[in-house]
């Protein structure tokens, strides 16, 4: 916690940043509002303890200027018995708590630590309904996770930027998670948006913010995203998706450490340490002029690779067993568990959509399961890349398929020597087809974003015959 102590008086300054450092919290100190205001400037606070009466500029004008130039740090009123009703005015302009002289060095860092406690609280709850993400851990036996697991802890503990890279399911929030989790910031907010599931036009106020009136429809102040992280981590997922003229406001932020939100007139300053990830060949985006160079390179101080599925097949039954024991807890299925063989199907399958697609059809093989009792033939996968059924429709049911016709996101046998890319149309081909063209099914049944989808599509050039 980093606390601004704003007082006259230089002994008593001096004596709370005594008793503030004594609890393990750091502190600056300012002799009036307009030092403190010039401090919460330059740089983040966590809260600010200010005295009501101050010859320059008091505590309840200080209090009106952070709200003016949109500064979010609670405040602790210190103030004298007899401005006990200057102190309640201050609480209804935005103070957060007050305090009467005198009062014991326990009574101000409780009140502190509840104001940030409440602060920290209201940023998670606003941030978790404006994004999404996954909670699951990092499960992994395999060489290539056990590797990424020492990556990553080695990496939690520095507070640099990090760039994960890896194919689309693979799993790399979760490692964005765990870097947080082992990090000094984990007690702060994780906060996760997915570059590529945002609209352009609404993109650079998610991100930083807007005052009231800044655009058509901007009826109030609304906070950004890297105000809401705080001190915490904020995790930028599909960066390559960020459109050149955000790069540069995101380039800014990273150099200078502070955000203006759209319409406003103050520079605010940020501390969220910024991981970000990409399933993007994103060094062929900056030789190709798509992405920054200069950017590329503050996100890239730290790079993780995470291994796709088919790289660590010996992970699926671990994996399977932890997402099912989670699913069956979501579904009210909590004995659900694995008959002979379907462990085995799992296995010997790819996952083109990997762990978000072995996820997918975990959740539809216990939708059709009898008694939570998962068999081969419940689960959506060729066995042995064979074509023994076909993928679910629309209607829940298993569709008849041509001899020799295999599951949506399947991969035919004499394809297996095939590049990544053959693979991913084969797959996607075949999830179009199995959905009638519907790219946001097909997209579901692969475990992947629609703007991924499109993405793809266009690339390969299957947008005929296809539709939203």
């Not at 800044?214 to 009826?219: M, N, Q, R, S, Y």
């Not at 660590?312 to 039954?317: A, F, N, S, T, V």
């Not at 010997?348 to 072995?358: I, K, Q």
Request: charged share 30%; aromatic share 4%.
């Amino acid at each position: 916690m980093r606390v601004l102590i704003v007082d006259d008086e230089r002994n008593i300054r001096e004596s709370l940043r005594r008793l503030l450092s004594f609890e393990g919290i750091d502190s600056e100190t300012a002799s009036d509002g307009r030092e403190a205001l010039e401090a919460l400037a330059a740089e983040a606070f966590d809260a600010v303890v200010t005295d009501l009466k101050m010859p320059v500029m008091g505590g309840q004008e200080l209090i009106e200027r952070m709200i003016e130039r949109g500064i979010r740090c609670p405040v602790v009123m210190i103030s004298a018995l007899g401005e006990i009703g200057d102190a309640v005015r201050a609480l209804k302009s935005g103070a957060a708590d007050y305090l009467l002289k005198p009062f014991e060095p326990d009574e101000l860092v409780l009140k502190l630590r509840a104001a940030v406690s409440s602060r920290r609280l209201e940023n998670l709850l606003e941030a978790g309904r404006r994004t999404s993400g996954s909670a699951s851990g990092f499960v992994g036996r395999s060489e290539a996770a056990l590797s990424l697991r020492r990556a990553i802890d080695k990496v939690a503990g520095a507070d640099t930027t990090v760039l994960i890279s890896g194919e689309s399911g693979s799993g790399k929030e979760v490692v964005a998670r765990e870097i947080h989790a082992g990090s000094p910031r984990s007690a702060e907010p994780f906060v996760a948006v997915n570059i590529g599931g945002v609209n352009e036009s609404l993109m650079e106020s998610e991100l930083f913010g807007h005052e009231k009136g800044a655009f058509t429809g901007a009826d109030g102040r609304k906070v950004g995203l890297f105000e809401l992280a705080g001190s915490g981590t904020l995790f930028l997922d599909e960066i390559g998706e960020m459109p050149s003229r955000l790069q540069v406001k995101l380039l800014r932020v990273l150099q200078e450490r502070r955000v203006r939100r759209l319409g406003g007139a103050a520079d605010i300053p940020v501390s969220a340490r910024i991981l970000s990830a990409t399933n993007r060949d994103i060094e062929a985006a900056v030789r190709e002029g798509r992405f920054r160079e200069d950017l590329y390179y503050r996100l890239n101080v730290v790079r993780l690779a995470v291994p796709p599925l088919r790289e660590r097949r010996e992970d699926i039954p671990l994996l399977a067993g932890f997402l099912l024991e989670r699913l069956g807890a979501r579904m009210g299925k909590g004995a659900a568990a694995f008959a002979e063989g379907a462990l085995e199907a799992l296995s010997s399958y790819p996952f083109p959509g990997n762990v978000r697609e072995l996820e997918n059809v975990l959740e539809r093989a216990l939708i059709y399961a009898e008694g939570g009792l998962i068999t081969a033939s419940d689960l959506d996968v060729p066995r042995d890349y064979g074509a023994a059924r076909g993928p679910r429709g629309p209607g829940g049911r298993a569709d008849a398929k041509p001899a020799g016709a295999t599951p949506a996101g399947a991969v035919p046998a004499d394809a297996r020597q095939a590049s990544l890319e053959e693979l991913e149309r084969e797959a996607i081909e075949r999830a179009l087809a199995a959905w009638g063209g519907n790219r946001t099914k097909a997209a579901e049944a692969l475990g992947i974003s629609r703007r991924t989808m499109l993405y793809r599509i266009k690339r390969y050039g299957l947008d005929r015959g296809t539709s939203p």
